[in-house]
């Protein structure tokens, strides 16, 4: 079994001015890196550039080339009139055979919902390109209220379930892993 890291990207699926997702996904983050099955890099969807109408460009490569080498993800969604982000789904259907066979887990953030409509939506989506959704969830239900000015929270539920959204997540990533290279995934 190889034992090297699992390198996990973070993704931040909200690009709007004034956004709350950078503070929620740095909590995520450095949950992840405390994590010893990990090597966690962070993909801010605000930087990454991808044209809207899908089109090939050197940002959407170097995009694609970043998601075909990581192993596991975790999307950081708001929710947004009971969905997920445009951003998110446009860099969803920027890549294909990228995101096959790979796990991902959800951290949502929102009002009253928490997100989790947009996470039970973008269980569809991801379920469309191959990929495997962590069951597991983390979300953050009035989210301003949620985190203190040092970007900390004392959300116990939250807590928790990030500690089991990472140790799934490694499961199916190490799982996934070992059997890609044994066979390559017929999708």
């Known amino acids: 079994m190889d034992t090297t890291p699992i390198r996990l990207e973070v993704i931040v699926g909200s690009v709007r001015e ?3 997702g950078p503070v929620v996904a740095d909590w995520f983050t450095r949950r992840a890196r405390a994590h010893p099955d990990f090597h966690t890099d962070v993909l801010d969807l605000a930087d990454a550039r991808l044209p809207a109408d899908l089109s090939r460009t050197p940002e959407s490569d170097r995009f694609r080339d970043r998601i075909a080498a990581a192993e596991a993800f975790v999307m950081v969604t708001p929710e ?5 982000s445009g951003a998110l789904k446009d860099a969803i259907d920027s890549a294909k055979e990228q995101w096959r ?25 991801v379920a469309e ?24 929270t004392d959300d116990g539920a939250a807590i928790d379930g990030s500690s089991r959204l990472l140790a799934q997540l490694a499961w199916w990533a190490g799982s996934l892993r070992s059997a890609r290279a044994a066979q390559p995934y017929p999708g």
């Open 18 to 20: 004034g956004r709350f």
């Open 80 to 84: 947004y009139n009971h969905g997920y």
């Open 101 to 125: 066979a790979k796990p991902v887990g959800f951290v949502s953030y929102g009002g009253l919902s928490g997100g989790l409509r947009a996470t039970e939506q973008l269980r569809q989506v």
């Open 129 to 152: 390109v191959h990929m495997v959704s962590i069951r597991q969830t983390v979300s953050f239900h009035q989210a301003r209220k949620r985190f203190g000015p040092d970007g900390e």
